[in-house]
């Protein structure tokens, strides 16, 4: 450790000091390349000329549960056996004291920082990663001038035993915390990572727009019960999922049960937005469908009037809320891990498996 603190110091005097990033797979993995890239250039900007700055990223996942101590992390982690002076890792794993979102813990003495990239939130995300990234860096070197503007304003800071904890924005925290663990999750891979829900309710649909009956119901249900069957599809898909692959986290315990609301919260954002996603996914596809397969001269006497492309359009929507329930069932035929693979981010994943591994040695 005195052989990094001594580097950096000469460093200051005018040569380099070295930046690892080390970042769990997915989401802080292509946020670290990205800062990596970039750092040298905005720390050299705001500081004395005779410094450079240097930066590799390694992609690994070190922490093993959000709970884990500070000091554990750095024992786990043993940023004094790296090369370089400094040691960044960042985690999409949530960290929270008390109900209190945690963006980051730093330790000067180790020349670390622990960087919990869901607590920053769920946009501009690697804006708000990189000035943490920053105050960070100044913080272990000890270098006010190298923090942003306003960042230690904003990131309210606490001595804790082994460092400087700093934590989310006052206001909304425990809303930016869960927008960024869905985020993390990346709900949108939602569509693309169940296939077969995806091909099952498209079946779905494209079987029931051969039914006249569909068209005479589309033409006669009006907005409200057509919204309410978009809304009804939608609720069952989402509850299908998480019961037929175990996705709700049961607490084992009243300690547990604060994070497994939050978890199980992410879970149904997630599922939400991934659903939702699906829907208009299919309905584009059944609208495009419609007008190819159902040509006017069909659908009209069906009607007893002259169509329109709104009656396209009233009939993909009656569609795809049939086939989004068929999709629904459809999911049953999705092994548990291929759903959870596609409705969680790599590390979310690996704790449940953790998580569960653990309760079977327990049983």
């Given at each position: 450790?005195?052989?990094?603190?001594?580097?950096?110091?000469?460093?200051?005097?005018?040569?380099?000091?070295?930046?690892?990033?080390?970042?769990?797979?997915?989401?802080?993995?292509?946020?670290?390349?990205?800062?990596?890239?970039?750092?040298?250039?905005?720390?050299?900007?705001?500081?004395?000329?005779?410094?450079?700055?240097?930066?590799?990223?390694?992609?690994?996942?070190?922490?093993?549960?959000?709970?884990?101590?500070?000091?554990?992390?750095?024992?786990?982690?043993?940023?004094?056996?790296?090369?370089?002076?400094?040691?960044?890792?960042?985690?999409?794993?949530?960290?929270r004291e008390n109900t209190l979102p945690v963006v980051a813990d730093v330790?000067?003495?180790?020349?670390?920082?622990?960087?919990?990239?869901?607590?920053?939130?769920?946009?501009?995300?690697?804006?708000?990663?990189?000035?943490?990234?920053?105050?960070?860096?100044?913080?272990?070197?000890?270098?006010?001038?190298?923090?942003?503007?306003?960042?230690?304003?904003?990131?309210?800071?606490?001595?804790?035993?082994?460092?400087?904890?700093?934590?989310?924005?006052?206001?909304?925290?425990?809303?930016?915390?869960?927008?960024?663990?869905?985020?993390?999750?990346?709900?949108?891979?939602?569509?693309?990572?169940?296939?077969?829900?995806?091909?099952?309710?498209?079946?779905?649909?494209?079987?029931?727009?051969?039914?006249?009956?569909?068209?005479?119901?589309?033409?006669?249900?009006?907005?409200?019960?057509?919204?309410?069957?978009?809304?009804?599809?939608?609720?069952?898909?989402?509850?299908?999922?998480?019961?037929?692959?175990?996705?709700?986290?049961?607490?084992?315990?009243?300690?547990?049960?604060?994070?497994?609301?939050?978890?199980?919260?992410?879970?149904?954002?997630?599922?939400?937005?991934?659903?939702?996603?699906?829907?208009?996914?299919?309905?584009?596809?059944?609208?495009?469908?419609?007008?190819?397969?159902?040509?006017?001269?069909?659908?009209?006497?069906?009607?007893?009037?002259?169509?329109?492309?709104?009656?396209?359009?009233?009939?993909?929507?009656?569609?795809?809320?049939?086939?989004?329930?068929?999709?629904?069932?459809?999911?049953?035929?999705?092994?548990?891990?291929?759903?959870?693979?596609?409705?969680?981010?790599?590390?979310?994943?690996?704790?449940?498996?953790?998580?569960?591994?653990?309760?079977?040695?327990?049983?």
């Open positions: 450790m005195n052989e990094h603190l001594q580097g950096v110091q000469s460093s200051a005097a005018g040569e380099q000091v070295s930046v690892l990033f080390i970042a769990d797979p997915g989401t802080p993995a292509a946020l670290a390349e990205r800062i990596a890239e970039y750092l040298p250039q905005r720390l050299q900007s705001r500081d004395r000329p005779g410094r450079r700055w240097t930066t590799c990223v390694r992609r690994k996942p070190y922490l093993p549960d959000e709970q884990a101590d500070f000091a554990d992390v750095i024992d786990t982690v043993d940023p004094s056996s790296e090369a370089e002076d400094i040691v960044v890792y960042l985690t999409d794993l949530p960290h330790s000067a003495h180790h020349l670390f920082a622990l960087i919990s990239v869901p607590g920053v939130g769920g946009v501009y995300i690697e804006r708000r990663v990189r000035t943490v990234t920053e105050l960070a860096i100044a913080c272990v070197l000890g270098e006010p001038e190298l923090i942003p503007p306003g960042a230690a304003r904003r990131f309210r800071s606490a001595q804790i035993e082994d460092g400087i904890r700093y934590f989310a924005p006052s206001g909304l925290r425990r809303l930016r915390l869960l927008s960024g663990m869905v985020r993390a999750n990346r709900p949108w891979r939602l569509v693309t990572g169940l296939s077969k829900v995806l091909v099952g309710a498209f079946a779905t649909g494209a079987i029931a727009l051969a039914t006249d009956t569909i068209w005479l119901f589309a033409d006669t249900m009006g907005p409200w019960r057509m919204g309410a069957a978009t809304i009804l599809s939608i609720v069952a898909m989402i509850l299908w999922l998480i019961l037929d692959h175990e996705l709700w986290e049961r607490p084992k315990s009243p300690t547990e049960r604060d994070r497994s609301v939050l978890y199980n919260t992410a879970t149904v954002a997630t599922l939400v937005i991934g659903v939702v996603i699906l829907h208009v996914a299919l309905f584009c596809l059944l609208l495009f469908t419609t007008c190819l397969a159902l040509p006017p001269e069909l659908l009209s006497p069906v009607l007893g009037r002259a169509v329109n492309f709104s009656d396209y359009l009233t009939l993909t929507w009656l569609l795809a809320s049939i086939a989004t329930v068929g999709g629904a069932l459809g999911s049953g035929l999705e092994d548990d891990a291929a759903v959870k693979e596609a409705a969680y981010g790599v590390r979310q994943r690996q704790r449940i498996e953790e998580t569960k591994n653990r309760s079977n040695e327990v049983r």
